[in-house]
């Protein structure tokens, strides 16, 4: 029997459109060891793997009529060769052309007609390096059936495992007249199940404007809390086109940690995390592309955030972590960094200690936050209310600190690409990994065509912070 998607997971494909792909990525950078990495090699890692996840060998079939949400079902000429494909940059590539091959690989949909992947090997990285871009639906991400394909073809210990033999068969793929009966049989044993396709506007797109107008309220109550409706006016905020730039920006993680260590030395109110730092980070750097571009800057300029973050709370008698998206707004007038810091450290304290935070389970509802994959936030709702409530979306997603490896080929960094929701021109995503912090800055092209800017912003807020004199004192 095919499996039925959940109406979480179908609201990415309704809602995807031309200029908003539902897809995250990520793009990978790795050092080859000494027999080197090919495409060949890469292919087999990857058929090892998915072998242990069979959603990335599934495709989506609709339902005659959509009378419920679509079906996964077996791809019954699935060719891993298309999905995993090999590109190369004019030796030696340099990381800016790698970045232009990623905003434009990133800013193409996904095949709806095959399985919801894409992953690219990119030869001809200056230092003998390569790279692996990848791209996978917030579909098929949920969390339990399948996870980023970023994450299935990297491990903590060198590959040396023979190769999985090549025993799968396609199931038979249902006829329309079994997926209609299939779904009546669902509508009689589980109405409710129908009835939320209804309510989340999943059989029409349009509808998910009224979904949202239910729970908008809840989630405008919690901003209101934190800061006055509606989000401020920004550049930020603009009609996004089909086309991406996408920047890179690699830090130091102890450069953050000395922050905090120094900070909380010298201050004592509130607790400064490293989380907290790279906010005041980016404020940072925020504030220095604004100027850049001549914005008025005011005291009292702020650019909201919605920034996702961990909490633990108990379910029954077990604690569990919770995902909770909190809207922040980054004082990007103030012009000591260090202030900013303390403004930006109190506004999260405010946010998680209060429980102002509205639950990921409601506001994926509203914006598509998916509580399992943490660099998921997918599924806009249209430009006028994704303004209204922030003006930018910044994942912060801790790494392992430890070395992981394609095969045998070491990973040196991992930049998440973030995709824009509606009236979105920005979305910042940073990974710690292994003593770094990657950033990934993806941009609608013809509204920042300055995002490189913002990088070399971000480099030197960071560097502005570890000189302050307050930190240093």
């Known amino acids: 029997m095919a499996e039925r998607m959940s109406s979480l997971d179908a609201s990415f494909l309704y809602l995807e459109d031309r200029n908003t792909p539902m897809h995250v990525g990520s793009v990978l950078i790795f050092k080859p060891a000494d027999d080197g990495f090919d495409y060949d090699r890469l292919v087999s890692l990857v058929t090892n793997r998915i072998a242990y996840v069979p959603r990335y060998r599934q495709r989506v079939r609709e339902i005659p009529g959509r009378l419920l949400n679509p079906v996964w079902i077996d791809d019954a000429d699935f060719d891993v060769t298309y999905h995993v494909r090999r590109s190369a940059l004019p030796r030696p590539g340099t990381l800016a052309q790698l970045e232009e ?61 023979d190769p999985v033999p090549h025993s799968w068969r396609a199931a038979r793929e249902p006829s329309s007249v079994e997926l209609v009966a299939q ?51 920004s550049p930020l905020n603009r009609d996004v086109g089909a086309h991406r730039r996408f920047v890179m920006v690699e830090t130091d993680l102890k450069d953050y940690q000395r922050i905090r260590r120094r900070v909380a030395k010298s201050r004592g109110a509130v607790d400064i995390t490293v989380h907290d730092v790279i906010l005041a980070t980016v404020t940072g750097g925020l504030r220095a592309w604004l100027l ?17 973050v961990s909490t633990h709370v108990v379910e029954g008698d077990r604690p569990t972590e919770q995902v909770v998206p909190s809207f922040v707004d980054l004082p990007v007038g103030e012009s000591r960094p260090t202030m900013r810091l303390h403004q930006v450290a109190y506004a999260m304290h405010q946010q998680i200690e209060s429980g102002q935070g509205v639950s990921a389970s409601t506001l994926a509802g509203l914006a598509g936050f998916a509580p399992p994959t943490l660099h998921s936030l997918g599924a806009r709702l249209g430009s006028a209310m994704s303004r209204r409530l922030f003006n930018v979306v910044i994942t912060n997603v801790p790494g392992p600190q430890q070395p992981l490896y394609a095969a045998d080929a070491l990973m040196t960094a991992s930049h998440p690409v973030i995709p824009l929701a509606k ?31 913002l990088g070399q912003c971000l480099i030197d807020a960071l560097e502005e912070l570890r000189e302050d004199k307050e930190v240093l004192a």
């Open 101 to 161: 091959f990623v905003g434009r690989i990133e800013a193409r949909a996904l095949d709806r007609k095959r399985p919801l992947w894409e992953l690219y090997l990119v030869e001809g990285l200056e230092d003998g390096r390569f790279a692996i871009v990848t791209k996978t639906h917030q579909a098929l991400v949920d969390g339990v059936h399948a996870i980023d394909i970023g994450q299935v073809i990297v491990d903590s210990d060198v590959e040396t495992a």
């Open 423 to 453: 009236g979105q021109a920005l979305a910042i995503g940073l990974t710690s990994y292994d003593g770094g912090v990657y950033f990934g800055l993806n941009a609608d092209r013809d509204a920042m065509p300055d995002v490189d800017v």
């Open 292 to 308: 850049t571009r001549g914005e008025s800057m005011t005291t009292g300029e702020t650019v909201r955030a919605m920034v996702p």
């Open 183 to 233: 779904a009546a049989i669902d509508v009689v044993r589980r109405p409710a199940h129908v009835l939320d396709g209804v309510r989340s506007g999943l059989l029409d797109a349009t509808k998910v404007a009224g979904r949202a107008a239910s729970v908008v309220g809840g989630v405008a109550q919690t901003v209101a809390r934190s800061a006055a409706l509606p989000a401020p006016s």
